[in-house]
């Protein structure tokens, strides 16, 4: 397109813009409505990762060792499980913290550490706190610990229990809760877009209709398709601009108001903070979503009054 | 110029409105069509405007058959063509003067070039002094004026009016027919739809009388009769 089809299909779509007032508020109503509810689901999701992120890092499997274990065996098997792939970290608890942490723990209770001081040696084995890179590995993980596995070697009297196999149910559970809600998070996420989608293509396809006639006027004198269509596209995209500011405004007293009522609930989870250290991923995100619905929908609901 | 070759129009529905139209029309003419409504005058515009397409027969201007133009080719074919409306179509968010420019612009003409012409057109006539004024501003006189300056805006071969003075009072139809012959005495060919006794027969020039989809006369110096 030449330069001067360029600048008069601008002029033409900015002038649109302001003459038809009326039909800009209004698709620019919809379509904030449209990407608030896109941006709001954005913010769940963030906070629904979170909260599973925090679940997620409070599992872990222990191997506990006996109390005849030696240090060098607890080492060699916390460095055999490192340098395993699913292992995302191992912590070592030695003999002394543990019985550390006990005393720590049952610090009222007298008639316990009573019992304890009248054993007279340490009761507790070391133990490592295996974490894994995901939820699903854990009984892999679980799988080279036990007896048949090559891993152990020599070490495999040095193991007391590890005690995968009682928190295995919790384990299942949580998996196939992450699994089930990230299968109804894309279906829903899908629903969501395609009927944003859907209410914008018919808001814009309603503003459209009302100059049908004009169209067909435009077409008679002369005027070819792109001519027609480059003023309805620069209306659409700037209907999605100015609905991408609008939103990303309102979200931002929004967020610090969810913030002070949730801080707490969430256990240090920022909304507001979060919003802002994505705020320029989350404003292409919906400049783009807005301008590709926008322009779509224009170019789909022109077309039909272009076959003359 | 243009050539309509045996052309009927039947719809769907049983309903012919155009029965075996054969007709010529020259350059430089200025031909009235009259008949009562329904007698097939819009479709016979509307044909050569490819708004309608024939179900048999073929309209042909110069060498090309119209309704086999595509793309390109059609809007460089509209852009011969200047159309005035009953109903005006003026585009209501523009003024007059981009009502005008709009044809010239659409045209891919410069902007110094439509800086000039839109005002000289506009001052034909004789709007010069309402051109920033909207279509809602304007009498229903105006806005034909306005749409006769965007039409004849592209020096086009042919003007087509289709019952211009069907909304207007006595007084602005005559300026308004003065105006078409005026283009027309410049050499502009003009196809005039009217159901207006008093401009036909004033004119004296050709009239191509129309009755249920056929041409029942066609008098090159002829009085409207029906």
Not at chain 1, 39 to 60: G, H, I, M, N
Not at chain 1, 278 to 289: G, M, Q, R, S
Not at chain 1, 293 to 307: D, G, M, P
Request: hydrophobic share 45%; aromatic share 10%; proline share 2%.
């Amino acid at each position: 397109m030449k330069p001067v089809l360029w600048k008069r299909t601008i002029l033409a779509g900015l002038r649109g813009f302001y003459r038809n007032r009326t039909v800009s508020l209004s698709s620019i109503f919809i379509l904030t409505i449209t990407l608030s509810i896109v941006t709001s689901f954005y913010l769940f999701r963030a906070v629904f990762d979170y909260t599973l992120e925090q679940v997620k890092e409070k599992v872990d499997v222990r191997v506990y060792f006996t109390t005849d274990a030696t240090e060098q065996q607890v080492t060699d098997i916390k460095a055999k499980l490192l340098g395993l792939s699913d292992v995302k970290s191992v912590e070592y608890t030695s003999r002394e913290q543990a019985l550390e942490d006990f005393k720590k723990k049952h610090v009222g209770d007298q008639l316990t550490l009573q019992a304890l001081d009248e054993l007279g040696t340490n009761p507790f084995g070391a133990s490592l706190s295996v974490a894994a890179k995901d939820i699903s590995r854990y009984s892999a993980i679980a799988d080279q610990l036990s007896e048949g596995s090559g891993l152990l070697g020599d070490n495999k009297s040095a193991i007391d229990k590890v005690n995968y196999y009682q928190i295995k149910d919790s384990i299942d559970k949580l998996n196939s809760i992450i699994g089930w809600t990230n299968t109804v998070g894309f279906w829903l996420s899908i629903v969501f877009v395609l009927m944003s989608c859907m209410i914008v293509y018919n808001t814009i396809r309603l503003a459209i209709f009302v100059y049908r006639d004009e169209i067909a006027v435009m077409k008679l004198v002369g005027a070819s398709n792109m001519f027609i269509r480059g003023p309805f596209i620069v209306e659409a995209l700037l209907y999605a601009l100015v609905a991408t500011v609008l939103t990303l405004a309102i979200f931002f007293p929004a967020t610090v108001w969810v913030t002070k009522k949730t801080i707490f609930f969430f256990e240090g989870l920022n909304i507001n903070a979060f919003y802002l250290s994505h705020f320029v991923e989350l404003a292409l995100t919906l400049l783009i979503f807005g301008s590709l619905l926008t322009v779509i929908s224009s170019f789909l609901a022109v077309r039909k009054y272009l076959k003359i | 110029m243009l050539y309509f070759d045996r052309v009927s129009k039947e719809y769907e529905n049983g309903n012919k409105v155009l029965s075996d139209i054969s007709l010529t029309i020259h350059k430089g003419e200025l031909v009235s069509v009259v008949g009562h409504s329904g007698a097939g005058k819009t479709t016979l515009i509307k044909m050569l405007l490819a708004e309608e397409f024939p179900t048999e027969g073929t309209v042909s201007f110069n060498s090309d058959d119209i309704h086999t133009l595509r793309g390109k080719d059609m809007t460089n074919y509209r852009r011969k063509v200047g159309v005035v409306f009953q109903d005006f179509r003026l585009i209501p968010n523009k003024t007059a003067y981009e009502n005008v420019a709009f044809a010239m612009e659409a045209a891919g003409r410069h902007d110094d070039e439509i800086e000039e012409d839109v005002p000289h057109v506009l001052d034909l006539v004789d709007l010069k002094d309402k051109m920033l004024h909207f279509p809602h501003q304007l009498s229903g006189g105006e806005q034909q004026r306005v749409a006769i300056a965007r039409a004849i805006i592209n020096r086009p071969e042919i003007i087509i009016a289709d019952e211009p003075t069907g909304n207007l009072d006595p007084l602005n139809t005559y300026d308004i027919v003065q105006i078409l012959k005026k283009i027309n005495d410049l050499g502009t060919t003009v196809i005039l739809t009217t159901h207006n006794k008093g401009i036909v027969d004033n004119l004296g020039r050709r009239v191509i009388t129309m009755e249920n989809g056929k041409i029942t006369r066609d008098q090159k110096s002829g009085k409207f009769t029906l």
